[in-house]
């Protein structure tokens, strides 16, 4: 790669340059379009701003930073203005400051190119999301996590995961849809916006590299991943188009993708909760926003497919899963008990009257799916869509 060096590059304090990064391809990092600043350093320059063997370079510009390369150069490229550089070491994480290795004395110039997209704007959407799902690992393991987890093995068949292949699973939860795919052999990495949830899913998958993340910005480069699969985590993202499409980019050409999402309107058994709580005359309180309309789709299979074809996905293919999950009432009510979900933040944000009342309402509606043995079995259905980077 040619990067083009400033007039005075070689002084004892590193300069600074955008023009120094300019003709670096912005494909090989990602949808870069912020080039957040460069710093040159002679290697005795380096090893005076150490700590140790590293050399640390602050952010220009607006953290977080999505990456840095450290190329080095020969004394017989110098004081060309234009240097031929060889990528030794990249790191794709997003952080602060940046830290790289000078290897030896012997390499006479460090050139750290830092490279970013600027700050992820959170919608108030996605905020309320955060809010809503911290902590609540534990409380969604012990209640809607078996229901979530029935789509996974088509999910996993749709985004053709098999021995060997290399998989990201995205808002992974719990970790059910990556264990599975460790199963199958597949080289695994998961992600999760929530800390508790990471803990989770790296016991339920140890062969999994389990990471926090969350969209729409992923530590990950370019055509990394032979397939990716998201169980039922478009409709946790205030930007699903933004979404597929840098989910799109950390998959490989011609790779698979595959995402479920609940189907609108909902089953009979999905929209229980819901119907306890408007028999209580509870609506969605303020400070839980949905969607906004112009981020929104059609839950139907149409509208699901539509979507992953306006990310760029190819021979899109959508179909619907119906099934009864069986559970019992108390297993049922602990999820909004314990304010998980969307209908568990809505339960507990009302005070313990109307909590007491909506249980009320849940326990007598309950009657209608009741099993032998107190057992509820619940219908519900999940658009599963799935197509081609």
Known sequence: MLLPVGPTPFLGKPEISE?????????????????????????????????????????????????????????SELPSRHIDA????????????????VRTCRVVLAVVVVLGRGP????????????????????????FAELCACPVPGLLDAAEVREGARVLDVGTGTGSAAAAACERGAKVTAVDAEPGMVARAARAAPGADVRLAALP????????????????VLNHVGRPREALKELRRVTRPGGRMAFTVWAVPAAAGQALLGRAVQAAGVTRPAHLPALVPEEDFPR???????????AGLRDVVCDTLVWDHRTTPEEWWSGPAAGVATIGQIVTSQNPVVIAEIKDHFESLCAEFAGPGGVLVLPHAALTAHGRA
């Not at 959407?125 to 534990?138: K, L, N, T, V």
């Not at 139907?300 to 306006?310: I, K």
């Open 86 to 101: 060889r990528c030794v070491h990249l790191i794709p994480a997003a952080v602060d400051q940046v830290c790289v290795s």
């Open 120 to 143: 992820v704007v959170q919608t108030a959407f996605d905020e309320s999301e955060r809010r809503a799902w911290a902590g609540q690992a534990d409380a969604y393991a012990a209640s």
């Open 19 to 75: 023009r120094i990064v300019r003709d670096i391809p912005a494909g090989r990092w990602g949808e870069a379009d912020e080039v957040v600043g460069a710093a040159v350093y002679r290697a005795s320059d380096a090893s005076k701003n150490a700590t140790g063997s590293c050399l640390t370079v602050e952010a220009v510009g607006r953290p977080p930073l999505d990456g840095a390369c450290l190329v080095q150069v020969s004394p």
């Open 217 to 232: 910005r992923l530590p990950f480069a370019d055509d990394e991943f032979d397939a990716v699969v998201g169980n039922f």
């Open 300 to 310: 139907t299979e149409q509208g699901f497919a539509a979507l992953l074809g306006d």
